[in-house]
């Protein structure tokens, strides 16, 4: 495959979103940027989720990646967790939306399975597969290992799909 790619990997969270940006060229995964967006100290969830839109809108006009990312949500047994976690994926959504940077969700087994093998992977387990995909030498926040994750499973997926011959 020719040509490139980049895209926006994310892994949103009430108190903290991972984000990491993955370059394909020619077949070949390279880190551009990764990182962890911690808005749990700045009060209410407003504030934090107007903190994400922003932070996302500042790396999507920055790195400008043709396309973004994410999980996914999984059913939780606790009902208020996994509505200010769909809050804040509707942040990151929204920035990706007004950027005009089309959103893509994974299962978080498909994801696993992308980089491990296996969809029960451990955290652990993916961010070692993460580091090895794309030579990190430094260690990162396991809330960007998750996101870079996705990211790489995209960028799978849409090879898979050209291959395919799907658009």
Not at 91 to 101: D, N, R, S, W
Request: hydrophobic share 45%; net charge positive; charged share 25%.
């Amino acid at each position: 495959m020719s040509g490139s790619c980049c895209v926006l990997g994310l892994d949103p969270g009430s108190r903290n979103t991972g984000f990491g940006i993955v370059r394909e060229e020619s077949g070949v995964l390279s880190l551009v940027d990764a990182g962890v967006i911690r808005v749990e100290r700045l009060g209410d969830m407003d504030v934090r989720l107007g903190a994400i839109y922003e932070a996302l809108a500042e790396l999507l006009s920055r790195h400008k990646p043709g396309e973004a990312a994410l999980e996914d949500v999984f059913v939780s047994r606790n009902p208020a967790s996994a509505l200010k976690l769909g809050q804040a994926r509707g942040a990151a959504m929204a920035a990706c939306a007004v950027a005009g940077v089309r959103v893509h969700a994974y299962e978080p087994s498909l994801v696993k399975k992308s980089l491990v093998g296996t969809g029960r992977a451990e955290k652990t387990q993916v961010a070692f597969m993460v580091a090895q995909v794309l030579g990190c030498r430094k260690p990162l926040a396991v809330d960007a290992t998750d996101a870079l994750a996705v990211a790489v499973c995209h960028l799978n997926q849409r090879r898979f799909r050209r291959l395919a011959g799907e658009p």
